[in-house]
């Protein structure tokens, strides 16, 4: 597998060659172009990013004696403040953060940036900045939506990115026992081709599996989109390295143990805030013979939901579950191009789903337990007044997956606001968030008599509810772009919560999430929280002004 290339800094990153050319009119096409003026009203206009040399960085404020402090611990190399190292390292890859960059403005940039290599070395740092008063920031891929590389300190210290990237390869592997060892700022696809070679496979694979780290999954309890059938990501942990200003935890006992609380659970979504996750043991499994993913269109979507559940109750969910609603598959369907694409459209119009919502589903593992499996749920999913529509659109999906990102730079370009937001929910209580979130995002974003557009899915089966995932996409406010989408997004939340669901399923809190999280755990466990901060980073240097309210 080739290097994968760096995430740029003011997008997603260098679009890959199959997904065509790099402006809007050979990402999207010519139908797929006019269907968005004429829903939201947009005119179509310039407004690309500032050049990259504009950008505003703020002068290093690391005292000169800290830096040679760091300097004399991880060596000179690995100790960096030059601009361009700062600006790579300058927030995430949220609709905010973009648009702050794109405005010009990195003032979220750390001082600097340090790269540790051992477990040992990352203690000693965290020791270090505890006693000098420098804030820490965990670094992985950078690929935090919801503002998880803020780094924002109340007493506006010094702040520097630890980048876990000389920490990136696999410690071992022990193959009887399906466990395989591995640095925190190891990529996706490295670990998929380390495993490889021994016929072996991990499996999780969210979005940003291209750029993001086995870290930054750990820190955010992410989920793949083959989560419903292999499990979340802290389903797959079977043990971690925690280096705190503290000290060192070493956490989990595979295969089992009752010692106790598991406390393998609260490095598990600390999202940086205890301190910095320096080793992993994962759960991997035999590479699967067989694969089969296929699509299904249902007239409605709540009978969608309806034979999802049935899926649920009988334990026949696929490996990749995907419910698109009418609006997400309408746009699925305009944006996508190519004679394919054109025979699928022809195919729902004659069979009068034109305005039906898609279903994606995959199998993998042994060809005859997938065929079984395939068998059983095809019964239910017809039942429930589903058409099968075939492999060809199980496969396209497949190998468009990571796309989208790439798509949202383009969208930007052009005057668009383009961001996403999930939440999971019971099936009982997921059509009430279905309908309030999409309500509130549309209440809030109406232009000019034009409402946006929001594109919705159901994602991350489980036998109790599923996830919902919203793609939000209107014309931009140039006057006032962060308050126009900070107000949808307020709204949103207060709506989807008092509706029923969670305040995150998987892209974690963050800063954007977290004046809501005490609605989510309750004030005594914001104070819990806060308890074991305390014990492991006296100092709050570990990533303050994410995940704990203030």
Request: aromatic share 4%; hydrophobic share 20%.
């Given at each position: 597998m080739p290097e994968q290339p760096e995430l740029t800094i003011q997008g997603w990153g260098?679009?890959?060659?199959?997904?065509g050319d790099e402006g809007l009119d050979g990402a999207l096409p010519k139908a797929a172009?006019?269907?968005l003026g004429r829903e939201l009203g947009w005119e179509p206009r310039a407004t690309p990013p500032a050049p990259v040399d504009a950008i505003r960085l703020a002068p290093c404020r690391l005292p000169e004696a800290a830096r040679t402090a760091l300097a004399d611990l991880l060596g000179e190399d690995n100790v960096r403040t030059d601009r361009e190292s700062r600006l790579r390292h300058a927030g995430g890859k949220s609709y905010l953060d973009l648009l702050r960059r794109r405005e010009g403005d990195a003032s979220d940039a750390p001082d600097a940036v340090v790269l540790p290599g051992t477990t040992e070395e990352t203690a000693a740092l965290l020791a270090l900045c505890g006693e000098r008063g420098v804030v820490v920031v965990p670094f992985g891929g950078g690929t935090s939506v919801v503002g998880g590389l803020a780094g924002v300190d109340p007493d506006d210290r010094p702040t520097i990115a630890v980048d876990l990237a000389r920490m990136s390869s696999v410690?071992?592997?022990d193959v009887p026992s399906s466990l395989v060892t591995a640095g925190p700022g190891m990529r996706g696809p490295a670990l998929e081709q380390a495993l490889d070679r021994e016929g072996l496979t991990f499996g999780h694979l969210p979005q940003s599996w291209e750029f993001a780290t086995l870290g930054g999954y750990a820190a955010t309890r992410s989920a793949g989109q083959s989560s419903t059938g292999v499990g979340r990501f802290d389903d797959l942990v079977a043990g971690l390295t925690l280096a705190t200003p503290a000290g060192v935890l070493e956490l989990g006992s595979p295969p089992a143990s009752a010692a106790g609380p598991d406390l393998l659970g609260l490095a598990l979504g600390s999202e940086g805030t205890l301190g910095v996750i320096t080793e992993l043991t994962l759960r991997v499994?035999?590479?699967?013979?067989a694969s089969a993913y296929e699509g299904w269109s249902f007239r409605t979507w709540p009978a969608g939901l309806a034979a999802l559940q049935a899926l649920a109750r009988h334990d026949l969910l696929p490996d990749v579950v995907r419910l698109s609603d009418a609006d997400e598959t309408r746009a699925n369907l305009l944006m996508a191009s190519g004679a394919g694409a054109k025979a699928l459209r022809g195919k729902l119009r004659a069979r009068r789903r034109g305005d039906g919502c898609m279903l994606v589903v995959g199998w993998e593992g042994v060809p005859d337990l997938v065929r079984a499996r395939m068998r059983a749920a095809a019964s239910l999913l017809r039942d429930g007044g589903a058409i099968?529509?075939?492999r060809t659109v199980g496969q396209s999906w497949r190998r468009h997956r990571f796309e989208a990102p790439y798509l949202r730079d383009r969208l930007l370009d052009r005057g668009l606001l383009v961001e996403t937001l999930e939440t999971a929910a019971t099936w009982t209580a997921l059509?009430?968030?279905y309908d309030a979130t999409r309500r509130a995002l549309r209440e809030a974003l109406t232009r000019g008599g034009h409402p946006p557009l929001v594109l919705s899915h159901l994602s991350h089966g489980y036998p109790t509810g599923a996830s919902l995932y919203l793609t939000v996409i209107a014309?931009?406010?140039?006057?006032?772009?962060?308050?126009?989408w900070l107000s949808a997004k307020r709204a949103a939340t207060d709506a989807l919560l008092a509706a029923g669901g969670t305040l995150t399923h998987h892209h974690a809190v963050g800063a954007d999430h977290r004046p809501w999280l005490e609605r989510e755990i309750g004030p005594l466990g914001v104070e819990v929280l806060r308890a074991v901060k305390q014990r492991l980073d006296p100092q709050g240097i570990c990533n303050p002004g994410v995940l704990l309210p203030d």
């Open positions: 260098p679009r890959p060659t199959s997904a172009r006019r269907y410690q071992s592997l499994r035999p590479k699967p013979p099968r529509l075939g059509p009430t968030v014309d931009r406010d140039d006057a006032l772009p962060i308050q126009q």
